[in-house]
């Protein structure tokens, strides 16, 4: 590591200052930095563009110009792209696209370091929890290596963008066929809480608590994908579904709390409706997403509670469970207990 520090221009009396702390960082710092090497000078003599020009671009991508690491040619072909553009279509939906690119990517950058922070570091210096030279030079090795996988993982977005894109064309022309207006789209949304999770907060190590959450979010995604749904976002303990008819949402939802879950005291509990959604930028408003909210937090642990009497698919029976009122409905709802067959 020292040699390849040497290497790409550190120079022995800038090697000589570092803690142990600062030389582990560089490392990764380095692999992070690879190709990023325009000012943000040359940028703008290379893409004609100015500051006034260029900066609202990666303000909108959450980014500061002034202190990133440098510019490559993503940078180029991506402001070249944008500053060119006559058709007007970026005016309209870039902002809102660029937007929400930043903001996934700002979250995946998160997790990666999160990952790498709470994984890697522990497990480098796990015997002793001092490191020694050969420890630095390891963790120094990890760290850069771990960083290179993030870059590569990042230069195969594209291609995962460009499946999902697939999908979502299809999900979106079956669920706009006849709707009213563009706004709208028809689904089903549910929603899955773990009933006891503040309270298991307060008494079990962040460690644990992590583990906690990582397994409820990891058994939703495959949960939802293979009933056909899709995780629209988590948010700690609860997870927001949607799928193109009650029966896929359901399932994914009983999948959910019939999971066994690594700490008995944290059970789940979901509420699942269906109808016209207003929808924007992959989130979904309206009366059915606050009705489904509204039942999730009516269930008790253990129960999927909907508005609709539906074919939720083989295997599943719906059990009347009165009329509740609930907060921003006028009338009482008729409600119904999804259970699976043989329960």
Not at 184 to 205: M, P
Not at 222 to 232: D, K, P, Y
């Given at each position: 590591?020292?040699?390849?520090l040497?290497?790409?221009?550190a120079?022995?009396?800038t090697?000589?200052?570092?803690?142990v702390g600062?030389?582990?960082?560089?490392?990764?710092?380095?692999?992070l930095?690879?190709?990023?090497?325009?000012?943000?000078?040359?940028?703008l003599?290379?893409?004609?563009?100015?500051?006034?020009?260029v900066e609202?671009?990666?303000?909108?991508?959450?980014?500061?110009?002034?202190?990133?690491a440098?510019?490559?040619?993503?940078?180029?072909?991506?402001?070249?792209?944008?500053?060119a553009?006559?058709?007007?279509?970026?005016?309209?939906?870039?902002?809102?696209?660029?937007r929400?690119?930043?903001?996934?990517?700002?979250?995946?950058?998160?997790?990666?370091v999160?990952?790498?922070?709470?994984?890697?570091?522990?497990?480098?210096?796990?015997?002793?929890?001092?490191?020694?030279?050969?420890?630095?030079?390891?963790?120094?090795d990890?760290?850069a290596?771990?960083?290179?996988?993030?870059?590569?993982?990042?230069?195969?977005?594209?291609?995962?963008f460009?499946?999902h894109?697939?999908?979502?064309?299809?999900?979106?022309?079956?669920?706009?066929?006849?709707?009213?207006?563009?706004?709208?789209?028809?689904?089903?949304?549910?929603?899955?809480?773990?009933?006891?999770?503040?309270?298991?907060?307060n008494?079990?190590?962040?460690?644990?608590?992590?583990?906690?959450?990582?397994?409820?979010?990891v058994r939703?995604?495959?949960?939802?994908?293979r009933?056909?749904?899709?995780?629209?976002?988590?948010?700690?303990?609860?997870?927001m579904?949607?799928?193109?008819?009650?029966?896929?949402?359901?399932?994914?939802a009983?999948?959910l709390?019939?999971?066994?879950?690594?700490?008995?005291?944290?059970?789940?509990?979901?509420?699942?409706?269906?109808?016209?959604?207003?929808?924007?930028?992959?989130?979904?408003?309206g009366p059915?997403?606050?009705?489904?909210?509204?039942?999730?937090?009516?269930?008790?642990?253990?129960?999927?509670?909907?508005?609709?009497e539906?074919?939720?698919?083989?295997?599943?029976m719906?059990?009347?469970a009165?009329?509740?009122?609930?907060?921003?409905?006028?009338?009482?709802?008729?409600v119904?207990?999804?259970?699976p067959?043989?329960?």
């Amino acid at each position: 590591m020292i040699e390849r520090l040497l290497a790409a221009g550190a120079s022995p009396e800038t090697l000589a200052g570092l803690d142990v702390g600062d030389l582990i960082d560089m490392s990764g710092d380095m692999q992070l930095a690879e190709g990023l090497d325009r000012t943000l000078e040359q940028l703008l003599e290379e893409t004609g563009c100015s500051r006034d020009d260029v900066e609202p671009i990666y303000r909108v991508l959450g980014l500061s110009i002034d202190a990133l690491a440098g510019f490559g040619d993503g940078d180029v072909a991506l402001v070249s792209m944008i500053t060119a553009d006559t058709s007007g279509i970026l005016d309209t939906i870039g902002s809102q696209l660029l937007r929400i690119a930043g903001v996934n990517s700002s979250r995946l950058a998160e997790a990666a370091v999160a990952a790498y922070v709470q994984d890697v570091e522990p497990r480098l210096h796990a015997d002793t929890g001092v490191l020694d030279e050969a420890d630095v030079l390891a963790a120094a090795d990890e760290n850069a290596f771990a960083s290179s996988m993030a870059v590569a993982l990042g230069e195969q977005l594209p291609t995962i963008f460009r499946h999902h894109m697939w999908t979502a064309v299809r999900r979106q022309r079956v669920s706009q066929d006849g709707v009213p207006s563009p706004e709208i789209i028809r689904l089903a949304v549910g929603f899955v809480d773990l009933v006891g999770f503040t309270s298991l907060s307060n008494h079990v190590s962040a460690a644990e608590l992590i583990a906690t959450i990582e397994e409820f979010e990891v058994r939703a995604f495959e949960a939802a994908t293979r009933h056909g749904a899709r995780i629209v976002k988590s948010i700690g303990d609860e997870v927001m579904v949607a799928g193109p008819d009650l029966a896929s949402v359901a399932a994914t939802a009983l999948e959910l709390i019939a999971g066994v879950s690594s700490d008995p005291s944290v059970a789940p509990r979901g509420g699942v409706s269906s109808g016209e959604i207003l929808f924007r930028l992959g989130d979904y408003y309206g009366p059915v997403v606050n009705l489904a909210s509204r039942l999730t937090a009516e269930a008790v642990p253990g129960e999927v509670l909907t508005d609709q009497e539906a074919d939720a698919g083989e295997g599943v029976m719906f059990n009347p469970a009165g009329r509740r009122t609930l907060k921003g409905f006028s009338a009482p709802v008729r409600v119904w207990s999804i259970e699976p067959l043989g329960d």
